[in-house]
């Protein structure tokens, strides 16, 4: 059962939330010699449909190796004509191409492999002393980068596919992490290695994923596919789990304003809402569009709210005092699918997930203008970002298996 359950956990990370699925005749799918291997293995726990999207040679070699981390039940010596099978017969499907603006600003791109391969490196975090950490989300561990001298270090999580998501440190140092396929909050000490894990107490919140610390110490976090909104306390390891209000509303980023609010964007409908840190009491804010579907979110110095609308190619604002929202068309299209944002240095930076390649934009607010460049290597997939001590934007890429710098000039 357990095999089972982390397989659609897999599902769900790798290829996206999994729906009911139907057997299917052998007729449906190409020939080839690992035909048969492909739809038993695969169709045993998601939508085999979901490879239809495709990736290029490159990306499937990472996604095998991701199947390979999590114990996908393929005998070693198929794996290859499996990947052939796939390389040849779901390559990469067309995608927007990604759309250059120049601009006032020049940036210089700084880029690192991540050692252990099909790890898919999912959040990035910027840690007091400078170093740079991810959570290696299909390897099982968080890792840590020294950019000065480029020495790194990873870290081995104390439970098997724990399946690490988001990442955060706390004052003393110690990084806090989702366990995102084991439905935990972990904390990891640097010094010792030593990992401490916080079970969610109800068993439906098998999904933490993201989460950050308010100004007192309290760390809140989302849990997605329950609808749920968490707060634990690191004092007493208690949590409290609270329902999202609008069913179904997959609570995704959640930053912390200046003042202790916690704000959560809601991927499942088009809504962002607040938490008052007292009460607990939740304010949902509905966007304009009924398509919109916010996913990560940044907050200004002045308190506005910024969000990447995933579905439909924008960027968006809310003000929360008077609920006032505007949005503008992210340079590559409808189809550009924004994902990782921050702000810094008096502009909002984020990629565009699906432009061929992957860019990061910057959004002057000011202005209103927008100017962007192509991240090297191609990006593939930003899914989340965060900023350095000195400001700087950082990235994790799952798909290319990197953690990348903006280096502002």
Not at 144 to 170: C, F, M, N, Q, W
Not at 207 to 232: C, K
Request: overall charge neutral; aromatic content about 8%; charged content about 20%.
């Amino acid at each position: 059962m357990r095999g089972k359950l982390l397989m659609v956990s897999l599902a769900m990370v790798v290829l996206g939330t999994p729906v009911a699925h139907a057997q299917y005749t052998a007729k449906e799918w190409p020939e080839g010699p690992s035909k048969q291997r492909f739809i038993d293995t695969c169709n045993g726990c998601h939508d085999i449909n979901r490879v239809r999207i495709g990736y290029t040679p490159e990306g499937w070699l990472t996604v095998v190796r991701m199947m390979q981390n999590m114990g996908a039940p393929v005998p070693p010596e198929e794996w290859g004509a499996m990947t052939d099978y796939l390389m040849k017969n779901f390559p990469e499907r067309k995608r927007p191409e990604a759309v250059i603006i120049d601009g006032p600003v020049k940036v210089d791109f700084e880029m690192w492999d991540v050692p252990t391969q099909g790890s898919r490196p999912h959040d990035p975090m910027a840690a007091k002393d400078g170093t740079i950490w991810w959570a290696a989300q299909l390897a099982n561990k968080i890792g840590r980068i020294d950019p000065k001298t480029g020495a790194v270090r990873e870290y081995t999580l104390k439970s098997p596919y724990t399946g690490p998501h988001g990442i955060v440190e706390d004052k003393s140092g110690n990084i806090w992490f989702t366990g995102n396929l084991s439905g935990l909050i972990g904390k990891l000490d640097p010094v010792t290695g030593i990992v401490t894990e916080y079970p969610l107490p109800d068993p439906k919140a098998r999904d933490p994923h993201t989460l950050n610390f308010d100004p007192s110490g309290i760390l809140w976090f989302t849990v997605q596919q329950a609808n749920l909104i968490g707060r634990l306390d690191p004092a007493t390891g208690a949590i409290k789990l609270m329902t999202s209000p609008t069913p179904k509303s997959r609570p995704y980023g959640i930053k912390i304003t200046p003042q202790g609010v916690p704000v959560y964007v809601e991927f499942g409908t088009n809504k962002i809402a607040t938490i008052d840190p007292q009460t607990l009491a939740i304010k949902e804010y509905t966007l304009p569009s009924p398509d919109a579907r916010p996913r990560r979110l940044t907050i200004g110095p002045d308190g506005m709210i910024w969000y990447v609308d995933f579905s439909r190619g924008y960027l968006g604002r809310l003000d929360p005092a008077k609920g006032e929202v505007k949005e503008w068309p992210s340079p590559s299209g409808p189809k550009s699918e924004p994902y990782g944002i921050v702000f810094t240095k008096g502009a909002v930076w984020y990629s565009e997930s699906n432009a061929k390649p992957n860019t990061m934009v910057r959004f002057d607010p000011g202005t209103e203008k927008f100017q962007s460049w192509a991240i090297p290597g191609g990006g593939d997939i930003v899914r989340n970002m965060d900023v350095s001590p000195d400001g700087n934007p950082l990235m994790a890429n799952s798909l290319t298996n990197q953690l990348g710098i903006v280096q502002i000039k």
